[in-house]
């Protein structure tokens, strides 16, 4: 089967190097190509997922928490989507609901592995992974604090430069 770049890239990360952030703005951006009003999207669901890990990884419990519950209730919904990207859908609730439960007792943040059942897919990232020097379901490293701080600590130079860019273009229009 024939997986979206994107969605690929997206289990790379979460599997490899655990830059949940990474999948975030991967997929957001594949998102909003293709269903942008779709707020309920399966694409939205697997989104939250990595924000509520970001979030339970940073020790944000009350973030990781309202996070997963989204996740999970978009998600329980779109078992024909889940299943179509090769995840096990009634694995992978089961999966989020434990989080929860975690998060809710505050149990420390343990890397997951996401319930891929397709053996292909799983192939199929275990060669991105080694490509990108990444390694298949390593855990996440807590002392690397790009990684566990990312939305503080990245450049967000070109960011602000095009919104910017964007406010000049209004106001000429104006």
Same mark, same amino acid.
């Given at each position: 089967?024939?997986?979206?770049?994107?969605?690929?890239?997206?289990?790379?990360?979460?599997?490899?190097?655990?830059?949940?952030?990474?999948?975030?703005?991967?997929?957001?951006?594949?998102?909003?190509?293709?269903?942008?009003?779709?707020?309920?999207?399966?694409?939205?669901?697997?989104?939250?997922?990595?924000?509520?890990?970001?979030?339970?990884?940073?020790?944000?419990?009350?973030?990781?928490?309202?996070?997963?519950?989204?996740?999970?209730?978009?998600?329980?919904?779109?078992?024909?989507? $889940?299943?179509?990207?090769? $995840?096990?859908h009634i694995l992978l609730i089961s999966l989020l609901e434990k989080t929860i439960k975690d998060i809710e007792e505050h149990i420390p943040y343990q890397s997951v592995v996401l319930p891929i059942a397709d053996p292909a897919l799983i192939?199929?990232?275990?060669?991105?992974?080694?490509?990108?020097?990444?390694?298949?379901?390593?855990?996440?490293?807590?002392?690397?604090?790009?990684?566990?701080?990312?939305?503080?600590?990245?450049?967000?130079?070109?960011? $602000?430069?095009?919104?910017?860019?964007?406010?000049?273009?209004?106001?000429?229009?104006?």
């Amino acid at each position: 089967m024939n997986y979206p770049v994107p969605y690929i890239t997206y289990l790379l990360h979460f599997h490899g190097d655990r830059d949940y952030f990474e999948c975030h703005e991967v997929l957001e951006e594949y998102w909003k190509e293709v269903a942008p009003r779709e707020r309920e999207s399966h694409w939205v669901g697997l989104i939250q997922i990595a924000v509520a890990f970001y979030h339970y990884r940073r020790i944000n419990f009350k973030g990781a928490l309202t996070t997963m519950m989204k996740a999970v209730s978009n998600l329980k919904m779109k078992r024909d989507e $889940i299943t179509n990207l090769g $995840i096990d859908h009634i694995l992978l609730i089961s999966l989020l609901e434990k989080t929860i439960k975690d998060i809710e007792e505050h149990i420390p943040y343990q890397s997951v592995v996401l319930p891929i059942a397709d053996p292909a897919l799983i192939e199929q990232c275990k060669t991105g992974c080694k490509d990108r020097g990444f390694v298949w379901c390593a855990v996440s490293n807590m002392d690397d604090q790009m990684l566990i701080h990312r939305h503080s600590l990245r450049d967000r130079t070109d960011v $602000i430069m095009e919104r910017k860019r964007q406010l000049t273009l209004k106001n000429k229009q104006n």
